[in-house]
């Protein structure tokens, strides 16, 4: 070779017939091969004792053949597509064949399977309430939240943002005060959070909400319950504006919407809950067709903000206004907002807590 370097040299196959190599996407059996043509039997041995070209060798796949064996990318995506079509087809034919079974049985037909779903195999919780529970019912009717329960306040929301914030948190703000009604957007100013609460607390505001934002995008949310708390951090993200929703309708009326607050179950869940709850008037204007939704699935607490279209007598659709977002908790504090020597109810601590995907908090 030119330049001096090392001479190629082929790679020797290793000693031992019971070795395979690959061919173009093939499996060949060597072992298989050398014993042919050392006994002379097959056609390999007999066209080499003929003098004539050696006929090619027959291919054996492996017993346990894997697609993912096949190096060539192309061939391996190729097998892998033939694959999933093959176990669709399956699928469908098992379908359809207990489908048969169960229109020939009739009403003897044996009832359906539920799937299993990390929901339905939750991990029991001691805190879920019971709708009968007196010590529930009695802890609720004296609760921070109990006047608002009582109808003996009108909700008053103030609403605010961190330090200096960008355009996309102020237009969130600025719509999210369409969807509370008799909510206030004031901007902070550089005022800590301990000297605008007294200030809320003395213009008769019932709650504060603070939305946090992090390299120009809301991540966080604040919401304490005035005067006596509690204070609620929540992790926000999927944050959707109104011009970001895709067949969204026209912009929201000013009547009092409906509030849909699901699958809130435990103890902790209750207080979540009655804290959203406690941000809308009592009585909403049905006419409006309105409804505010915090859905929560998995401790993650979903917004949607819709309208009801009637199409027909029986007939109803929705039609989402926006804006929305998905919060998680991450701690409950007792009292107003305070950093540093607030009392804690609940704190979300990732190691402890997480150790199983069917255990749930909310």
Known sequence: MRGGGPAFRPRSLPAGGGQRSRVRGQFLSAGAGSSMAGDGSGPVGSAAEDGGPPAPERVLFPPTFSVSEIKNKQRRHFMFLRWKQQQRKEKLAAK????KEREALGDKAPPKAVPKTI?????????????NDEEVAFDEATDEFAPYFNRQTVPKILITTSDRPRGRTVRFCEQLSTVIPNSHVYYRRGLALKRIIPQCIARDFTDLIVINEDRKIPNGLVLSHLPDGPTAHFRMSSVRLRKEIKRKGKEPTEHVPEVILNNFTTRLGHSVGRMFASLFPHDPQFIGRQVATFHNQRDYIFFRFHRYIFKSEKKVGIQELGPRFTLKLRSLQKGTFDSKFGEYEWIHKR???DTSRRKFHL
């Open 96 to 99: 359809k064949k207990r489908r």
């Open 119 to 131: 929901e339905n195999q939750r991990v029991y919780d001691e805190t879920t309430v019971d709708p």
């Open 351 to 353: 190691r402890e807590m």
